[in-house]
């Protein structure tokens, strides 16, 4: 199986490769829209900013490539959220797969910090990307931003308010999450989404 991790300016894929050589993965990073598209298994890896990830995407045309696969896309953290329709962050329109927007996390309380960042459950589990998982997993968060409860919503979490914490449209898929660094739950979510 050909597993390909999309290069582009994020900060976890270094992260995520080791998560797949854990499980006997290896995987190629690339920005070869030809690797790309003849991959069996896409990973849209992101740890970044919106609008400047945008950008890259759009400079190389990986943008359309994106949005035309046809085999099982991954998407992890911003690469989950640039796979909406719009992020507030720097008011960026994102790649359109998902409906949901992407909105900054605005506590009423100053003790709640931004970004989320640590453990918290994953409920209302809806995919084979969850099969074998209990309801109220626990996945490891970083962000400060968000994607809204909407038809595409596979997973949900609470943090100020109740979110998307996986998206799911036809071959896409999109975790808030970082299953790379969610111990068990996550090297779980790795291999459900590989062998779908």
């Keep these: 199986m050909d597993t390909v991790i999309i290069q582009y300016n994020a900060g976890n894929i270094q992260s995520v490769l080791y998560a797949l050589e854990r499980i006997g993965v290896t ?3 690339t920005d070869d829209p030809k690797k790309i598209k003849a991959a069996d298994k896409v990973i849209f890896p992101g740890v970044g900013e919106a609008s400047t990830a945008m950008q890259y995407l759009k400079e190389r045309q990986l943008d359309q490539l994106i949005v035309s ?6 998407g992890i953290c911003l690469g989950m959220q640039l796979m909406c329709a719009y992020s507030e962050e720097n008011n960026t329109e994102c790649l359109g797969i998902f409906n949901e927007q992407v909105k900054q996390f605005k506590p009423d309380n100053i003790s ?3 970004p989320q960042m640590g453990w918290n459950t994953i409920t209302h589990l809806q995919s084979n990307l969850f099969k074998g998982l209990d309801e109220n997993s626990y996945a490891y968060f970083v962000h400060g931003y968000y994607a809204s409860i909407g038809k595409h919503t596979i997973a ?7 979110y998307s914490s996986a998206l799911q449209k036809d071959n896409f898929y999109g975790v808030q999450f970082h299953p790379e660094k969610s111990a068990k739950a ?11």
């Design 186 to 196: 996550g090297e779980q979510i790795i291999q459900n989404f590989l062998s779908i």
């Design 69 to 74: 696969l046809k085999q099982p896309v991954l």
């Design 156 to 162: 949900q979490t609470n943090y100020i308010l109740d």
């Design 27 to 29: 995987a190629q990073v």
């Design 112 to 114: 709640i910090k931004v």
